[in-house]
């Protein structure tokens, strides 16, 4: 069983900063990419920032230059350091990773949290 719990949303004024950060845990043999993605009310998910085992990151147009996406492979974490946020970032943001289990080391599987609301706005 592996779970991913997120944290760190809430409710920011336009132009702050929030710090999001993602754990798994369970029977986890190996990670490898790991993402956001956020939802907003009445649009499809989209992807905000992915980050390779190695820690390649890559965003998306939108966030380039305000978000960075980290990874602590030791505490099997991901971050999403939010600056500069705009009204247009309210959505609940969800994380992702591809994770092998122990029950199953050669097969990666996608999991997801259950969301963290993230609403900015004065």
């Known amino acids: 069983q592996v779970q991913l719990v997120e944290s760190g949303g809430g409710l920011v004024q336009p132009g702050g900063s929030l710090r999001l950060s993602c754990v798994a845990s369970g029977s986890i043999f190996r990670i490898n990419k790991r993402g956001w993605y956020r939802q907003a009310p009445g649009k499809q998910r989209e992807l905000v920032a992915l980050i390779t085992q190695g820690g390649s990151p890559k965003y998306a147009d939108s966030v380039k230059g305000r978000f960075t996406i980290s990874r602590d492979n030791a505490k099997n974490t991901v971050y999403l350091q939010m600056n500069s946020l705009k009204p247009e970032d309210t959505a609940v943001y969800s994380c992702?990773?591809?994770?092998?289990?122990?029950?199953?080391?050669?097969?990666?599987?996608?999991?997801w949290g259950q969301g963290t609301q993230v609403t900015v706005s004065s």
């Open positions: 992702n990773g591809e994770i092998a289990s122990y029950e199953r080391r050669l097969v990666y599987q996608a999991y």
